[in-house]
């Protein structure tokens, strides 16, 4: 079954440091996803994007965060100058349509320590 | 705004246990309704979804059905085993013309014991 892959499974990084975090969607959808969720909280959504650019970003996406889809097969979630606040597990998903339909296919996620 | 409201956990079930798990919502749209699981130390998991009023979704011994009247979506399943333990996610998706994203409940922790 298709699956979608982020990598690394697990960062920290200082505070202040910029950190990228790489997914791999399924090749043959359309829509990209990121969403986070912080320990024992609910998961939120960050951004989504589709035909190369952001459809929706909720609050959280300030200016801190770009996403890029650099080559035909990643999907990236850049964080410029972290904060502790910003550890919290972030999760790529991606869907054939609009997630009315279809639902996600998530990643398994990478878990982000900002020390 | 929409929002999805869960019954709180953690939720402690003997195994062959029947399991509900409490889960409504509030759409200005016509949402499509979801289930995922997320077990320990693991991503998300789509369970199960339906898409429009009295749907039932299924999947691996869970149910739960899309019901408009009382904008609900429990999920359900008739004898739970350890290997069930996971938090549960309820979310929705309004299909207005620019929403994208889902909206999560808080999540369930479901533990089963032996």
């Known amino acids: 079954e298709p699956e979608v892959t982020q990598t690394p499974s697990h960062q920290v990084t200082q505070m202040g440091q910029e950190v990228i975090l790489r997914c791999v969607p399924i090749s043959n959808h359309l829509y990209f996803y990121w969403y986070r969720q912080i320990l024992g909280q609910k998961v939120e959504f960050l951004v989504s994007f589709y035909n190369n650019e952001i459809s929706e970003k909720s609050e959280i996406f300030d200016d801190q965060f770009s996403v890029e889809r650099p080559d035909g097969s990643n999907f990236t979630l850049k964080i410029r100058s972290t904060k502790l606040e910003d550890s919290a597990m972030y999760f790529c998903?991606?869907?054939?349509?609009?997630?009315?339909?279809?639902?996600?296919?998530f990643g398994s996620g990478t878990r982000l320590t900002v020390v | 705004g929409d929002s999805v409201t869960q019954m709180e956990g953690p939720v402690t079930l003997s195994e062959e246990a029947f399991l509900t798990i409490n889960c409504t919502y509030t759409a200005t749209g016509y949402p499509s309704l979801f289930w995922y699981v997320q077990y320990p130390g693991e991503g998300l998991q789509l369970l199960l979804k339906?898409?429009?009023a009295d749907d039932k979704g299924s999947n691996k011994g869970f149910e739960a059905t899309y019901r408009k009247e009382t904008t609900s979506f429990h999920l359900e399943k008739g004898s739970v085993q350890v290997s069930d333990s996971a938090v549960y996610f309820c979310a929705l998706s309004d299909r207005g013309d620019s929403n994208y994203q889902l909206i999560w409940g808080a999540g369930t922790k479901l533990i089963i014991k032996p």
């Open positions: 339906a898409t429009k």
């Open positions: 998903a991606s869907s054939e349509a609009r997630a009315g339909n279809y639902g996600y296919t």
